[in-house]
C-alpha cells in the first residue's frame, strides 16, 4: 500500500508542477506579446485566469497584462478561455480602468462587451470614468459618460 500512495503523491506532484509550468509560461507568452505561444497554452489547459504575485498585495492577472501590452490578440483569446474580466489586481484595479487609462478603445469596447464592469472602482476615488479622462482620449470618455447616464449595463 505505501508504494501505491507514493506513486500517486508523485502524480500528483507532477501534475501541479506541470500546470504551474503552463501557467508561467502563459504569464511569460502574454508579456512578450507572443499570440501564438498564448494560443497554444490556453488549448493546453493553462489558466486565463493565473494570478502573478510579487508580494503579499502585490500581483496581476495574465488578462490585465495583456491589456497593458495594448495586444488585443491576446486579450481576445483570454477572454475566449473565459478570463475573469472584473478580477481586480492589487490596487484593486480591473482590466477597464486600465484599457481606459491607455485610451484603448478597442479593447474597451471588447471588455465592456464581455461583462467588465463599467461601475468598477478601485474604492480610493478612482473609476473607469476618472481613467478614461487620464487616458485623454475623448471619443472613449463620451462613451463611458454616455454608458454611465444611460445606466447601461452593456
Known sequence: ??????SLLFIC????????????QLFQAVRKSEVKSV????SEKADPNHVIA???WMKTSVLITAVNKENIAVVKLL?????DVNWKDGFNTT?????AA?????????LFENGADINA?????????????????????GFVEEQLKTGSDH
Do not use: H, P, R
Open 1 to 6: 500500500m505505501q508504494k501505491w500512495f507514493y
Open 13 to 24: 506532484i507532477s501534475l501541479y508542477l506541470s500546470a504551474q509550468d503552463k501557467n508561467t
Open 102 to 110: 491607455k485610451g484603448n478603445k478597442e479593447i474597451f469596447i471588447l
Open 39 to 42: 494560443e497554444k497554452l490556453l
Open 54 to 56: 510579487t508580494g503579499d
Open 79 to 83: 477572454l475566449k478561455y473565459k478570463a
Open 95 to 99: 482590466a477597464l480602468m486600465y484599457a
Open 121 to 141: 472602482n478601485d474604492g480610493k476615488g478612482n473609476n473607469v470614468l476618472s481613467a478614461a479622462k487620464e487616458g485623454k482620449n475623448k471619443e472613449l470618455v
